[in-house]
């Protein structure tokens, strides 16, 4: 087990962002079955990508990831909707930046690292399943930590992070991600 200090790793993704990241443990993760609902019956991309349920593992099976893992980073990522600013394009580069330390922490030792980013995939305009083929970017393609059933909101408030429903879409965002760490 690699025990170096992970926030050597964070700081390079957080360093000029408006973004911030701590080490959690994975206990206080929270899953729940209702949160896949939320996904079912909520979201126009449940079914349609191979990073959405029913396509990813159940709360349950979650769970039992989360308790192999004796450490992780929760990301927290503020996208403020601010003009001629685009905000999406914005998210893009600060996920592509954590998958890229995802391959980082790999080659580091920390083999186990796998990162759950936030919200669908957005890396094609239209996922492979639907055509019946292989996903076109499998090596940087992550599931969202709502897919594996995981409440962000309890995760957030359980480790001290802010975030709250949103009235509109003007309003900024907080983002979570988690990078588990072995």
Not at 38 to 52: A, D, E, I
Not at 169 to 182: A, F
Request: with cysteine; hydrophobic share 30%; glycine share 8%.
């Amino acid at each position: 087990m690699n025990n170096s200090n992970l926030e050597t790793y964070w700081e390079r993704v957080v360093e000029g962002r408006p973004a911030e990241a701590r080490e959690i443990h994975p206990s206080s993760v929270v899953t729940a079955p209702w949160v896949r609902l939320k996904c079912q019956y909520g979201c126009p991309s449940y079914g349609l990508g191979y990073c959405c349920p029913p396509d990813t593992p159940t709360p349950e099976q979650t769970r039992k990831v989360l308790d192999s893992y004796s450490r992780s980073i929760l990301f927290h990522f503020t996208a403020a909707k601010k003009g001629g600013v685009n905000r999406t394009k914005l998210v893009r580069e600060y996920m592509d930046t954590l998958v890229d330390l995802e391959g980082e922490m790999f080659k580091d030792g920390f083999y186990r690292a796998f990162l759950l980013v936030s919200g669908p995939c957005r890396l094609c305009e239209e996922c492979g399943k639907l055509k019946g083929v292989p996903c076109r970017h499998g090596y940087r393609a992550r599931p969202s930590m709502e897919s594996f059933g995981i409440d962000v909101y309890r995760t957030a408030w359980n480790n001290g992070f802010p975030i709250h429903p949103l009235r509109e879409k003007k309003e900024t965002q907080n983002l979570y991600s988690l990078m588990l760490v072995e």
